[in-house]
């Protein structure tokens, strides 16, 4: 893989990985790592790409899966906490469109499944056939959780 190549890559796709990594992870640090490890990942394994659908799901999906893979590790789960985004950590995640938005930080709060298919819907606009793609699950199990995520986010909501 050329420098050149790589730099597209990194120019394209950083924003997207960290956004990724952030919402998953709530940590700033946690995030930057996972980024680095995508890119890493890239290098080692430098697959070829069918078009530039294929390319923004393969960081996508290695993005996601690394993020699982620390989550389930068990230094992860006695070291960091889930529970709450630090206040410190939210001026190190935005969206270049977004200029505030609390919503996010509320979907950010909800379970993993409902906060995935929430924010890759509404966030990174993809449809749900691309989401179950991307989280390797079935499509009326995407719908379920879109469901269930809106009415979780609406009772996060009225709480505030």
């Given at each position: 893989?050329?420098?050149?190549?790589?730099?597209?890559?990194?120019?394209?796709?950083?924003?997207?990985?960290?956004?990724?990594?952030?919402?998953?992870?709530?940590?700033?640090?946690?995030?930057?790592?996972?980024?680095?490890?995508?890119?890493?990942?890239?290098?080692?394994?430098?697959?070829?790409?069918?078009?530039?659908?294929?390319?923004?799901?393969?960081?996508?999906?290695?993005?996601?899966n690394i993020c699982k893979d620390i989550i389930k590790s068990k230094w992860h789960s006695t070291?960091?906490?889930?529970?709450?985004?630090?206040?410190?950590?939210?001026?190190?995640?935005?969206?270049?469109?977004?200029?505030?938005?609390?919503?996010?930080?509320?979907?950010?709060?909800?379970?993993?499944?409902?906060?995935?298919?929430?924010?890759?819907?509404?966030?990174?606009?993809?449809?749900?056939?691309?989401?179950?793609?991307?989280?390797?699950?079935?499509?009326?199990?995407?719908?379920?959780?879109?469901?269930?995520?809106?009415?979780?986010?609406?009772?996060?909501?009225?709480?505030?």
């Amino acid at each position: 893989m050329t420098r050149q190549l790589f730099e597209t890559y990194f120019r394209a796709y950083y924003s997207l990985i960290y956004r990724i990594a952030f919402m998953q992870m709530k940590r700033h640090a946690d995030a930057e790592d996972i980024a680095q490890e995508v890119f890493v990942r890239l290098l080692k394994h430098q697959p070829t790409f069918e078009n530039e659908k294929h390319e923004k799901a393969w960081f996508i999906r290695t993005t996601v899966n690394i993020c699982k893979d620390i989550i389930k590790s068990k230094w992860h789960s006695t070291t960091v906490s889930m529970d709450v985004i630090p206040e410190q950590e939210k001026s190190y995640f935005h969206l270049p469109y977004v200029k505030e938005d609390d919503t996010l930080w509320a979907v950010m709060e909800l379970p993993e499944k409902y906060r995935d298919c929430l924010y890759f819907f509404y966030y990174e606009d993809y449809s749900i056939k691309e989401i179950a793609q991307i989280l390797e699950m079935p499509e009326n199990t995407v719908k379920t959780n879109l469901k269930r995520g809106r009415e979780a986010l609406k009772e996060v909501l009225e709480k505030a």
